[in-house]
Each structure stands twice: as C-alpha cells, then as structure tokens.
C-alpha cells in the first residue's frame, strides 16, 4: 500500500506497534492505513478530522462478553473523527478478494493460452 500511495506522489510515513509517539504520527495523517495485528490498537482521538481510515487488520477478540472480529482501529470512536472509514468485517476483505479471483482467472486464461480478459 506504501508503494501505490508513494506512486501516486503520496509522501508515506511508515510506523509500527513500537514506534516513538505513534499517536502524534497517527494525528497528522491524512491516510491511515492500519494493519498492525493488534485489536483497536488506533485509538479514536489518534485520528485527525477528515482523514480517511483503512483498516486492514482483523483479530478475533472478546468484547463486552462476546466474540468479534475487529480491526486495528477503534472503529466506533474514529467514526466520529473520520471523514471515511472502512469496517470490519466488511471493509476491505470483500475487494481483496474479489481482487484474488480476478488475478487467479487471469492467469488461468493466460496459462491455457486463451486471449487476455478484459473485465473494465
């Protein structure tokens, strides 16, 4: 993801679960891209107004009692900050994999030595 927002003239700031004041780099943000593995590791107030979220993390976790799938990111909280914000379940996971099929039927027709697909 570093490398398409790079390639499209994004400058990109790297940060990880053990990073120095990683809230106050999460506040300049404009972009947050969130896959570290931790349940609601982002904390609402860590995301600037308006910036858009992705979160691609998804960790099995119990809340108030019950199993969930949750992403790294405070979901509840940043929606209150954040201009756009994807959930999960649901967010991205649905356009990874409708990207995998395509790649994987691509291939497939290319290995079969059929004419290349053009699906859009």
Same mark, same amino acid.
Request: hydrophobic share 45%; net charge positive; glycine share 10%.
């Given at each position: 993801?570093? =490398?398409?927002?790079?390639?499209?003239?994004?400058?990109?700031?790297m940060a990880? @679960?053990?990073?120095? @004041?990683?809230?106050? /780099? #999460? *506040? =300049?943000?404009? %972009?947050?891209?969130?896959?570290?593995? =931790?349940?609601?590791? %982002? /904390?609402?107030?860590?995301?600037?107004?308006?910036?858009?979220?992705?979160? +691609?993390?998804t960790t099995?976790? +119990?809340?108030?009692? /019950? /199993?969930?799938?949750?992403?790294?990111?405070?979901?509840?909280?940043?929606?209150?900050?954040? *201009?756009?914000?994807?959930? #999960?379940?649901?967010?991205?996971?649905?356009?990874?994999?409708?990207?995998?099929?395509?790649?994987?039927?691509?291939?497939?027709?290319? *290995?079969?030595?059929?004419?290349?697909?053009q699906f859009?």
């Amino acid at each position: 993801m570093g =490398q398409l927002l790079l390639g499209a003239n994004c400058t990109v700031t790297m940060a990880h @679960s053990r990073t120095r @004041s990683l809230a106050d /780099k #999460v *506040r =300049q943000a404009d %972009i947050v891209v969130a896959a570290a593995g =931790q349940a609601e590791m %982002i /904390k609402g107030d860590w995301i600037r107004p308006g910036a858009t979220v992705i979160d +691609v993390g998804t960790t099995r976790a +119990v809340l108030d009692g /019950k /199993k969930r799938l949750v992403g790294d990111v405070d979901f509840a909280a940043a929606f209150e900050r954040a *201009r756009a914000i994807t959930p #999960v379940p649901g967010g991205v996971g649905p356009m990874t994999i409708m990207t995998l099929m395509h790649n994987t039927i691509l291939a497939a027709h290319c *290995r079969e030595g059929f004419p290349h697909l053009q699906f859009w």
